[in-house]
């Protein structure tokens, strides 16, 4: 059973920083990618960043270059450098794994981890 756990979420002054970072057990198949999302109260679930199998990364659009994502392959964990954090940056931090092979587009989440930026 595959089981994702977060950390590293907390409370933070505007223009501060913060590093999240996420361990995925019981993964007994290929991995697509691994990343993160967030969702903000009353707001759709969205794509902050994630991390390919062949090292490409996808990020939303509102990181302009404040955020970077790293993956370690061989211990499914995927890490979320957030700096020059916004109150708008304010929600719930997803982790998220897809598989490959047989488990292509199969998805896992972990439970979340709050974020909160304080003006």
């Known amino acids: 059973q595959v089981h994702l756990v977060e950390s590293g979420g907390g409370l933070v002054q505007a223009g501060g920083s913060l590093r999240l970072s996420c361990v995925a057990s019981?993964?007994?198949?290929?991995?697509?990618?691994m990343g993160w999302y967030r969702q903000a109260p009353g707001k759709q679930r969205e794509l902050v960043a994630r991390?390919?199998?062949?090292?490409?990364?996808t990020y939303g659009n509102f990181v302009k270059g404040r955020f970077a994502v790293s993956r370690d392959s061989a211990t499914n964990t995927v890490d979320l450098q957030m700096n020059s954090l916004k109150p708008e940056d304010t929600a719930v931090y997803y982790c998220?794994?897809?598989?490959?092979?047989?488990?292509?587009?199969?998805?896992?989440w972990g439970q979340g981890t709050q974020v909160t930026v304080s003006s």
């Open positions: 998220n794994l897809v598989g490959d092979g047989r488990y292509y587009g199969v998805g896992y």
């Open positions: 019981g993964v007994t198949f290929g991995v697509n990618n």
């Open positions: 991390m390919h199998s062949g090292g490409s990364t």
